[in-house]
């Protein structure tokens, strides 16, 4: 039998409770070369990921890891056909209670003995924590019918499309 928990006592429960989070690796982000260093330890965790495409990385956005950026839950949206403001959770802004970010990168390589995964991009700093790395799968990861509001319709469908697009015209720069 399942542990129920009244709504009136779940934010109480969530203000005591504590997460403790390690890092698994960093994000080693230059310009001639971008890959994600797997701590020592989690090497092991490596195992029989090669084969996958592709991997969604959760990471930590350290440089937005503040009292401020952490305490604001809306945002005046980069885009200039979104609203005016927005939720938080309607964004993928780095500035959110807790900064967790996911980005889905491609695997060019993987060096088991140095715990090195090699990937074209990824839009985190250099040394920006990484909390865990998980394999993509179309099974899990991919929905047919997906609906998004008008003002972001006409962005491309597909992540390999979005490299073409003219996000500039987007962007408030």
Not at 75 to 84: L, Q, V
Not at 117 to 145: M, W
Request: proline share 9%; charged share 20%.
């Amino acid at each position: 039998m399942g542990f129920v928990v009244p709504y009136a006592n779940i934010s109480y429960l969530i203000m005591i409770q504590k997460f403790t989070v390690h890092p698994v690796g960093f994000i080693r982000n230059k310009q001639e070369e971008c890959k994600l260093e797997i701590l020592t330890k989690y090497i092991p965790s490596l195992e029989a990921l090669e084969g996958f495409s592709h991997i969604h990385v959760l990471w930590w956005a350290h440089l937005f890891d503040n009292e401020n950026d952490r305490s604001n839950l809306t945002a005046h949206p980069p885009y200039k056909t979104a609203p005016g403001e927005m939720g938080i959770f309607a964004t993928r802004s780095p500035i959110r209670p807790n900064p967790i970010a996911l980005t889905v990168v491609k695997v060019l390589g993987i060096d088991y003995q140095h715990g090195i995964i090699n990937i074209p991009y990824i839009d985190a700093e250099n040394a920006s924590p990484i909390l865990d790395v998980k394999p993509y799968h179309p099974t899990a990861d991919r929905v047919r019918e997906v609906n998004v509001p008008d003002w972001c319709d006409h962005w491309p469908k597909w992540h390999e499309d979005s490299a073409d697009f003219d996000w500039k015209s987007e962007l408030y720069l």
